[in-house]
């Protein structure tokens, strides 16, 4: 069967109850917990399996004595059964958000810096300036933008700008930003006036995220200051875990200036005086033309988070 073949039939016989009866029986392992769990008879469930088995020509669970686990296909598939669930409960929220009121939605996907940077400063004047515009913020990576830009996932992705980018979208630069080595704020070298560079080649280190641009600049870091560095065997893009470490510890950190913007307000880690590290700044992508609609509820989106960006 072909792929489209099976599409269209997935798409005339399967129902979003289908979906949910066997992401609750890989969960509970349980076709009777799981047809409780939907409200459905168990007869009525073992049917439903049984026809939504049968339009992909394999089965989804193989039994054993203590109840069902997902077969080779059930597992390939799960994620993505999820995924249409989540987006299904996106919709409701959706509909509860915008009904009752003449609001419009706009779907907005920031990396962890343009969160902790740029819209810790700027959404609460912008939502008490627009209370018409409901937004719904999802935090994503830098790996997700091309992604989400090609399934038109987000309405404004904030990020840096990507390698790539489709010709429908464009990237435009608001916020500076830079690469500072950060420590506990009684760290003995954050009184120094400068840290030197054999002086951070000593140091323990967080290890940055495995993905990313942390990676390569702490690898262009450590090149500069000619050895290997000593690293806590532990990669978080938390920056609750980082600021726990750092906060115990005499360990040191490379990160985005952004990204820990509110820890250095807060007094809660400081920068160390180190030789500036560059960093690209951040920005938006949108979709060519939206700006032009200057009264739409995106254009004055864009416009509010460059009013009230942080200097």
Same mark, same amino acid.
């Given at each position: /069967?072909?792929?489209?073949?099976?599409?269209?039939?997935?798409?005339?016989?399967?129902?979003?109850?289908? #979906?949910?009866?066997?992401?609750?029986?890989?969960?509970?392992?349980?076709?009777?917990?799981?047809?409780?769990?939907?409200?459905?008879?168990?007869?009525?469930?073992?049917?439903?399996?049984?026809?939504?088995?049968?339009? #992909?020509?394999?089965?989804?669970?193989?039994?054993?004595?203590?109840?069902?686990?997902?077969?080779?296909?059930?597992?390939?598939?799960?994620? /993505?059964?999820?995924?249409?669930?989540?987006?299904?409960?996106?919709?409701?929220?959706?509909?509860?958000?915008?009904?009752?009121?003449?609001?419009?939605?706009?779907?907005?996907?920031?990396?962890?810096?343009?969160?902790?940077?740029?819209?810790?400063?700027? $959404?609460?004047?912008?939502?008490?300036?627009?209370?018409?515009?409901?937004?719904?913020?999802?935090?994503?990576?830098?790996?997700?933008?091309?992604?989400?830009?090609?399934?038109?996932?987000?309405?404004?992705?904030?990020?840096?700008?990507?390698?790539?980018?489709?010709?429908?979208?464009?990237?435009?630069?608001? #916020?500076?930003?830079?690469?500072?080595?950060?420590?506990?704020?009684?760290?003995?070298?954050?009184?120094?006036?400068?840290?030197?560079? #054999?002086?951070?080649?000593?140091?323990?280190?967080?290890?940055?995220?495995?993905?990313?641009?942390?990676?390569?600049?702490?690898?262009?870091?450590?090149?500069?200051?000619?050895?290997?560095?000593?690293?806590?065997?532990?990669?978080?893009?938390?920056?609750?875990?980082?600021?726990?470490?750092?906060?115990?510890?005499?360990?040191?950190?490379?990160?985005? !200036?952004?990204?820990?913007?509110?820890? $250095?307000?807060?007094?809660?880690?400081?920068?160390?005086?180190?030789?500036?590290?560059?960093?690209?700044?951040?920005? !938006?992508?949108?979709?060519?033309?939206?700006?032009?609609?200057?009264?739409?509820?995106?254009?004055?989106?864009?416009?509010?988070?460059?009013?009230?960006?942080?200097?």
């Amino acid at each position: /069967m072909l792929a489209d073949q099976l599409f269209s039939r997935l798409v005339g016989r399967t129902r979003l109850k289908h #979906l949910q009866l066997v992401v609750d029986i890989a969960e509970l392992q349980s076709l009777q917990k799981a047809a409780l769990a939907v409200g459905l008879s168990q007869p009525a469930a073992t049917q439903a399996l049984a026809e939504f088995e049968s339009v #992909l020509g394999a089965p989804l669970f193989e039994r054993h004595a203590r109840g069902m686990r997902p077969s080779e296909l059930g597992i390939a598939l799960l994620p /993505m059964m999820r995924m249409a669930l989540q987006q299904m409960q996106v919709c409701a929220n959706t509909v509860i958000a915008l009904q009752g009121g003449t609001r419009v939605l706009v779907r907005i996907a920031a990396i962890s810096a343009a969160v902790s940077g740029w819209l810790t400063v700027a $959404l609460p004047p912008f939502v008490t300036a627009h209370p018409d515009i409901a937004l719904d913020i999802q935090e994503v990576t830098a790996d997700d933008i091309l992604r989400l830009v090609e399934h038109d996932i987000a309405d404004l992705l904030l990020c840096r700008e990507p390698t790539s980018l489709p010709t429908s979208h464009g990237f435009t630069p608001v #916020l500076e930003d830079r690469f500072v080595v950060v420590a506990r704020v009684d760290h003995p070298l954050a009184a120094l006036d400068g840290v030197s560079d #054999l002086l951070l080649a000593a140091q323990t280190w967080i290890t940055p995220p495995l993905t990313g641009i942390t990676p390569r600049e702490f690898a262009e870091l450590f090149a500069r200051l000619g050895g290997t560095p000593t690293t806590c065997q532990m990669s978080t893009r938390s920056v609750m875990l980082a600021n726990a470490l750092l906060s115990q510890s005499d360990m040191l950190a490379l990160t985005p !200036y952004n990204l820990i913007r509110p820890l $250095l307000e807060e007094g809660r880690i400081a920068v160390l005086r180190t030789r500036d590290i560059v960093l690209a700044p951040l920005g !938006y992508v949108v979709r060519h033309g939206v700006e032009a609609q200057t009264s739409s509820a995106l254009a004055r989106t864009i416009r509010g988070l460059q009013e009230w960006a942080p200097s």
